[in-house]
């Protein structure tokens, strides 16, 4: 009843088919994973801006028919956030008891007559406020409790692990999954790294994991940053955030003159056309001071352009953005058109900047709905952090970005891209962003990609984060080091204590390649191997880690090649490092790029050291541009 209703509402016959069939998938695992007398962790994980909410949303329903009746949905600590998730969730679940974290009373007052979904930020005083509720509330004695919290690997994880201490929120979230008889709680997210990443002991660790796939119209990673470069992508000098930071506070970098004027003609392509909103995005920083000196050399560029209109550099500058916009968007409006536009824009101060980031005061009243609306006006907003997750961001079709990192992580930079989603005009949809960062953004993508394809062939199971060297999947201070694994490339990794019994497998499969040098051999042959290789001691050589590096590698590079060295009838003492002749090792260095597998056939005597067999020791080294990333 509750599903049926809730989908009638989505008026969109692909998203209701999809909705209809991950809650589905997300209630067999449930099934399948929670006894009822444990709680169990699940991961949901979709695309940025997919439509997670939908999903969540779809879930509850569901769960709601089976007789389910208390959920929390969790947000970020953000005021906007948590408004905006509560009026989303309200209208959408129409039969339900929507609460927001200020109705306590109305929640201890009216009990449990129909599903209830309390809506509450990830705030410490908060959540141990909710809990104690919880606890007193008599009608909740005995019942099973569901979590969703959205953008799960924010703020949820224990940021304290590695100090031998617990923070507040997780420790306050713990607090809430054992008020009840037992608990489901799910990760939400679209950059899982971190949780994948949690140790199977913290109780933070997925046991399953539902992928949504985005829906048709979306644009994502695979749109902005495919190969070759698309024509979305407009590149500014390295040196723009310099600029800008600099003392001179009337200078507007070319790059951000240029995308302040492509907004301007996308405004008045709009309103030529009768529709009232087109957003711009400026990231430049995570420092709320850089946020401020943006805004102002933007809205002193705008001042700048209205006295200019008309002039003959101002209309030849916009002539040239016009082209360009055209050579993608033939159905541009016509340019004298466009023109007439710009200058009511600019003349009718129509064109909003707003600084959004946690001191800002855009959107502080929670009692004002429309405190924070971006789906009205043309809007140019500038922010950093806040910008990164769940803000909505309709109509998105600029975005201006040039934060910069020394070791940027990859799960929240991928946040930063707010301009995937479904109401873009794709053909007029622009990024200016310097080349260095047009890289990364690629390299993220296609780590991306490949973790959805791991996730999708493997699940939880088998998944191998890779990223280039440089560039970490998360913030190190909710990773156990004790359980978090890293894999350099460049580096010889082999057993000390090898397993033996091998030769019989392994021989038919190498003998062909021992007069070689160097033999470049398939995938397939490299993972055969390396099933019939290993250590006595899995944290010694871990050859499933290690074909799981190889999987995640082909998805990522289809042209990776492999690289097999073949030695035979070794007499080489156990206990001597690598085993690698100079000669071999130079040679193995020599593909830096590659997959390199060395198998040396030792005689294994005993006087050496071995047991009396023979026996087959690897070696392998990855590409020295990676990392590979897993836990215990």
């Not at 009608?139 to 994880?157: P, R, T, V, Y």
């Not at 995005?281 to 001042?303: D, Q």
């Not at 930063?416 to 260095?436: M, N, Q, T, W």
Request: with cysteine; glycine share 6%.
């Amino acid at each position: 009843m509750y599903l049926e209703k809730y989908l009638s509402q989505l008026n969109n016959q692909g998203l209701e088919t999809s909705v209809l069939d991950v809650s589905k998938q997300i209630d067999d695992n449930v099934k399948k994973f929670f006894t009822f007398k444990d709680n169990v962790t699940g991961l949901l994980f979709g695309n940025v801006q997919s439509g997670k909410t939908a999903q969540m949303l779809g879930a509850i329903a569901r769960f709601a028919d089976e007789g389910y009746m208390i959920f929390l949905l969790l947000t970020s600590d953000n005021v906007d956030l948590q408004r905006q998730t509560f009026l989303r969730t309200q209208s959408s679940l129409i039969d339900f008891n929507v609460l927001s974290e200020r109705d306590d009373l109305k929640f201890l007052q009216d009990g449990l007559r129909k599903p209830t979904v309390i809506v509450l930020k990830k705030n410490g005083r908060i959540l141990k406020k909710w809990r104690e509720i919880l606890l007193s509330c008599q009608s909740c004695k005995g019942k099973f409790l569901m979590i969703f919290d959205d953008e799960g690997d924010n703020a949820s994880l224990n940021t304290l692990v590695n100090k031998n201490r617990q923070s507040t929120i997780n420790k306050n979230l713990d607090a809430i999954k054992d008020s009840a008889s037992s608990c489901v709680y799910f990760e939400v997210t679209a950059t899982p790294q971190s949780l994948i990443l949690q140790s199977e002991i913290s109780g933070w660790h997925p046991k399953f994991v539902n992928y949504f796939k985005p829906g048709k119209g979306y644009l994502g990673g695979d749109f902005f940053y495919a190969d070759p470069k698309p024509f979305c992508i407009k590149f500014t000098k390295e040196n723009e955030l310099d600029d800008v930071t600099a003392e001179d506070d009337n200078y507007c970098p070319e790059g951000l003159q240029e995308s302040i004027l492509y907004f301007l003609i996308e405004c008045a392509h709009k309103k030529i056309k009768g529709e009232t909103n087109c957003n711009f995005m400026i990231h430049p920083s995570i420092r709320t001071g850089i946020h401020s000196k943006f805004a102002t050399r933007v809205e002193e560029h705008l001042n700048l352009l209205q006295e200019a209109y008309g002039e003959k550099d101002f209309i030849q500058n916009l002539k040239m953005a016009w082209a360009d916009l055209q050579k993608t968007a033939p159905n541009i409006e016509s340019f004298d058109d466009i023109k007439d536009t710009v200058s009511v824009l600019l003349d009718d101060m129509q064109i909003n900047v707003y600084v959004l980031n946690s001191k800002s005061i855009t959107g502080r009243d929670p009692n004002n709905p429309d405190a924070l609306d971006l789906s009205k006006g043309y809007n140019i907003v500038v922010g950093g952090n806040t910008l990164g997750r769940g803000i909505t961001f309709p109509h998105l079709q600029i975005v201006y970005y040039c934060r910069a990192s020394k070791t940027p992580q990859a799960d929240t930079f991928w946040q930063h891209s707010r301009i995937f989603g479904y109401d873009r005009e794709a053909s007029l949809v622009r990024i200016f962003i310097p080349k260095s960062l047009y890289k990364l953004f690629s390299e993220l993508s296609k780590a991306n990609m490949v973790l959805i394809k791991q996730i999708e062939d493997r699940g939880i199971d088998g998944v191998q984060l890779i990223y280039p060297k440089g560039v970490r999947p998360t913030r190190s201070n909710v990773l156990d080091n004790k359980f978090l694994q890293m894999l350099s490339g460049g580096v010889n990794i082999f057993p000390n204590e090898p397993i033996g019994g091998n030769t019989k497998q392994i021989d038919p499969l190498v003998m062909n390649y021992k007069d070689s040098k160097v033999q470049e051999v398939s995938e397939e042959l490299i993972l055969k191997l390396l099933d019939n290789v290993g250590s006595l001691y899995r944290e010694d050589f871990d050859s499933e880690t290690y074909k799981n590096c190889v999987r995640a590698l082909s998805k990522k590079r289809p042209k990776m090649k492999y690289r097999l060295i073949v030695r035979i009838d070794r007499d080489i003492a156990k206990g001597t490092g690598t085993l690698l002749s100079p000669n071999d090792r130079a040679l193995g260095d020599n593909y830096q790029n590659d997959v390199v597998l060395t198998l040396y056939r030792l005689n294994g005597d005993v006087s050496k050291g071995w047991n009396g067999n023979p026996l087959w020791v690897p070696n392998i080294k990855f590409p020295s541009d990676c990392c590979f990333y897993n836990a215990e």
